[in-house]
Nanobody, 121 residues
Framework: VQLQASGGGLVQAGGSLGLSCAAS????????MGWFRQAPGKEREFVAA????????YYAGPLKGRFAISRDNAKNTVYLQMNSLKPEDSAVYYC???????????????WGQGTLVTVSS
C-alpha cells in the first residue's frame, strides 16, 4: 500500500484543518488506518485509528472531541478533521495502515510521507 498524505498548512489557533491520505496499491478497504504526528524534538505519537469498515474509531485521549478520523473506501482515502486547533497541535502528521486498529496503533505496516501542520497563536 502506498499512502500519500495532504492537506497540511498554516492555521490560526482555534481554527480547523482537514487532512487526507490517499492510498493506492493493495486493497485499501482491508486495512485499518491511522494518523500519527511528530512535533519537533518529540517522539511520534498516535493520534487516531479507524477500522477497515469505518465502524469504529479510536483516539488518543486528549484529542478525542477535537479530532475526527473517517474514511471513504470507495475513494481509497482516510481523513482527519482537526478542530479547535492549538499551537501544541503543530507537527508533521503521518497516515499509516495496518492489519487492525491495534496493529496500526502499535506496529503499522505502511507509512505515508508526512504533511506539516502549523498552528499559530
Amino acid at each position: 500500500v502506498q499512502l500519500q498524505a495532504s492537506g497540511g498548512g498554516l492555521v490560526q489557533a482555534g481554527g480547523s484543518l482537514g487532512l487526507s491520505c490517499a492510498a493506492s496499491g493493495r486493497t485499501f478497504s482491508s486495512y485499518a488506518m491511522g494518523w500519527f504526528r511528530q512535533a519537533p524534538g518529540k517522539e511520534r505519537e498516535f493520534v487516531a485509528a479507524i477500522t477497515w469498515s469505518g465502524d469504529r474509531t479510536y483516539y488518543a485521549g486528549p484529542l478525542k472531541g477535537r479530532f475526527a478520523i473517517s474514511r471513504d473506501n470507495a475513494k481509497n482515502t482516510v481523513y482527519l478533521q482537526m478542530n479547535s486547533l492549538k499551537p501544541e497541535d503543530s507537527a508533521v502528521y503521518y497516515c499509516a495502515a495496518g492489519g487492525s486498529t491495534m496493529l496500526v496503533r502499535d506496529r503499522p505496516e505502511y507509512w505515508g510521507q508526512g504533511t506539516l501542520v502549523t498552528v499559530s497563536s
